[in-house]
């Protein structure tokens, strides 16, 4: 059998540009695909099995080994820093990380409590500003706490700024620029090395060219 490469990357935006950017450095992807419900997918004309999982799970399958390589967002490989490599900025889902919270709430002085999905993120970057924080974790709907009374500010990405705004939330700071990038497993990288530097290869033609 030829030699495949397993990819983990999570459903969503992020599977959308990543597909269309592998179609575009010639992997042979059927366009419809993207709208399975299946957890793997095999493309045996491309050489590459697909494993879809949660955003936050993609370094984990690839750290395992269970993936070659994987796509997965800055603020995932930042906040759960596995052992794995960084091997090339896919420049899409761009996005950035902020600090919010209610617009009177900056009134009221520095932050107390930061809700958050990036616990590790949110406390260097409050350790950082010299400001003691107390974090407490969120797994989604981050809005959702200054609304209610939980924090005072949230850590979350910003894309389009809707959600903040139909919340009623504005911006107090941006922290950094987030984009989608390729990592990959180390013994892979030794094993598969051929087939990895070709799609890296393959996708830095696309992403220089666009
Ligand atoms: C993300 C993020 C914000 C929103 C930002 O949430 O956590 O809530 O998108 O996008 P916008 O600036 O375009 O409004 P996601 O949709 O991943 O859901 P979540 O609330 O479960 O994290």
């Known amino acids: 059998m030829k030699d495949t490469l397993t990819i983990a990357m999570p459903k969503g935006r992020i599977f959308v540009e990543a597909v269309d950017l592998l179609i575009k450095a010639g992997y042979d992807l059927p366009p ?14 491309a050489g590459l099995r697909f494993i879809l999982s949660k955003p936050v799970d993609v370094p984990t399958y690839v750290e395992h080994g ?20 960084e091997v090339l900025d896919l420049n899409i889902s761009a996005c950035y ?6 617009p ?15 616990p590790r993120i949110a406390s260097n970057y409050f350790r950082e500003q010299g400001e003691q924080v107390e974090i407490v ?5 981050i809005e959702l ?4 009374g939980l924090a005072d500010r949230i850590v979350d990405i910003v894309s389009t700024g809707r959600t903040l705004k139909e919340n009623g939330l504005v911006e107090y700071a941006k922290m950094m620029p987030i984009t989608s990038r390729l990592i990959v497993n180390p013994a892979s990288y030794r094993l598969k090395d051929q087939l990895i530097d070709e799609m890296v290869a393959k996708l830095s033609v ?4 666009g």
């Open 32 to 45: 419809e695909f993207d709208d399975s419900r299946k957890l793997i997918l095999d493309i045996e004309q």
């Open 66 to 85: 269970v993936a070659d390589v994987g796509i997965a967002g800055k603020d995932v490989l930042l906040e759960e820093n596995r052992d794995i490599y």
């Open 97 to 102: 990380l902020a600090v919010a919270g209610l």
């Open 104 to 118: 009177d709430a900056k009134k009221r002085g520095v932050a107390r409590k930061v809700a958050t999905k990036y």
């Open 137 to 141: 974790k969120l797994n989604g709907s």
């Open 145 to 148: 706490a200054p609304l209610i």
């Open 206 to 209: 696309v992403i220089e060219g």
